[in-house]
């Protein structure tokens, strides 16, 4: 069994910064792909980022884009998700997520194991 837990989530003045983290455990982290999504109130899930098995690849949302910077350490099992310049509309509850296939996909139903989420609130 995986377990997933998120932490660094909270309240935040737009234009101000959070740093996600991540622990995994129960499985080689090495060969999980992982993901962040995001679910606002009334909205889908949506795909945030993602990062593959050494940091050799990453994936973002447009919207995120020279904003957020996914990463992971390997030896820590754990990983992490640096917002920076955080908006309003990045409102949402955060999740990490992995799978067991390689590559990174956008798609929640690609994911195979889910974090319980983490509220981040940016003020305006």
């Known amino acids: 069994q995986v377990q997933l837990i998120e932490s660094g989530g909270g309240l935040v003045q737009a234009g101000g910064s959070l740093r996600l983290s991540c622990a995994v455990s129960?499985?080689?982290?090495?060969?999980?792909?992982t993901g962040w999504f995001r679910q606002a109130p009334g909205k889908e899930r949506e795909f945030v980022a993602g990062v593959g098995w050494n940091n050799d690849s990453t994936r973002y949302v447009h919207s995120v884009k020279g904003r957020f910077t996914v990463s992971r350490d390997n030896g820590k099992n754990t990983v992490y998700l640096q917002m920076n310049d955080l908006k309003p509309e990045d409102t949402a509850v955060y999740y990490c997520a992995v799978r067991e296939d390689p590559g990174i996909v956008s798609a929640p139903g690609g994911y195979d194991y889910w974090g319980q989420g983490i509220q981040v609130t940016v003020s305006s």
């Open positions: 129960g499985r080689a982290f090495r060969r999980l792909i």
